[in-house]
């Protein structure tokens, strides 16, 4: 067989590279024997994709967090969250309770907990409306959840495996006033409320205390003349002694009246 019989056939696309598209190896060396420059098309392509693998690498470890997922609110600690929650809830006198926890079904799990704190006057809904026993009956302090509308605001945070860092994310719009005419339906304002009441019942209980004794009586006690002084007590006297001589006395006088006694002359019977 001569060379001239001999032809080189184009080599074959791969089947993941468009119809359109030639081979890149090919046209390459093609061109380098051609002394003509490679596709042009082609080399952005394969730097976006690479720059598009650098942008992954460089994504923060699985399970940390988005910064686009709404929890924008980074703690250093549980501690640190708290201690931030309970100032927010002092500065606005409004009161936050949970409302739900569950953890992550992701495999790995992408977090540990998720825990969602509503609004205390927001109404939840699921559960059966509690029905009055008296309807007639007023209650002295009304209810504080807001019936129908509820309360959007909201804290939701997230606790991780490989970290103490917790994550937040606090809507803080209320549909309801905030400030001192809010301070009634928290647990504090309840609290100071049944305090007030305690002290004005025990004042109400106790008794008036006596007036206080004026000045010009004090005087006049003053101005008296002080009272004569006790005599001194005698020496006690002996009891023994003084019964003896009464006795003396008693005896020595039975003696007189039987000296100057007349008995009577004895009587003359008629058979005598």
Not at 135 to 150: N, Q, Y
Request: glycine share 6%; with cysteine.
């Amino acid at each position: 067989m001569s060379f001239q019989h001999f032809r080189l056939h184009p080599v074959a696309p791969p089947p993941h590279i468009p119809h359109g598209v030639g081979n890149p190896l090919a046209s390459s060396s093609l061109s380098d024997a051609f002394g003509q420059p490679p596709h042009s098309d082609l080399i952005p392509s394969t730097l976006q994709h690479h720059s598009h693998v650098q942008e992954e690498q460089k994504k923060a470890p699985y399970g940390s967090g988005d910064a686009d997922d709404g929890y924008t609110l980074v703690f250093e600690s549980m501690e640190a969250f708290q201690a931030w929650r309970l100032q927010e809830e002092a500065e606005k006198m409004v009161e936050f309770v949970k409302g739900d926890t569950h953890g992550s079904k992701a495999v790995p799990p992408r977090f540990k907990d998720h825990t969602k704190l509503v609004c205390a006057r927001h109404t939840r809904s699921g559960r059966k409306k509690y029905v009055k026993k008296f309807p007639d009956r007023v209650r002295k302090v009304p209810s504080r959840k807001l019936e129908g509308v509820g309360c959007p605001a909201s804290i939701s945070y997230k606790t991780y495996f490989h970290t103490e860092q917790v994550r937040a994310c606090y809507i803080s719009e209320h549909s309801h006033e905030i400030g001192p005419a809010n301070l009634p339906f928290t647990k504090r304002g309840r609290k100071a409320q049944a305090e007030l009441e305690s002290r004005n019942r025990t004042r109400v209980r106790s008794p008036v205390p006596p007036p206080p004794i004026p000045p010009t009586f004090q005087a006049a006690i003053s101005m008296l003349a002080p009272l004569p002084p006790l005599p001194p007590p005698q020496p006690p006297l002996d009891l023994s002694q003084e019964r003896w001589d009464r006795m003396g006395v008693l005896f020595g006088s039975v003696r007189q009246h039987a000296r100057s006694f007349e008995y009577p002359a004895p009587l003359e019977l008629p058979w005598d």
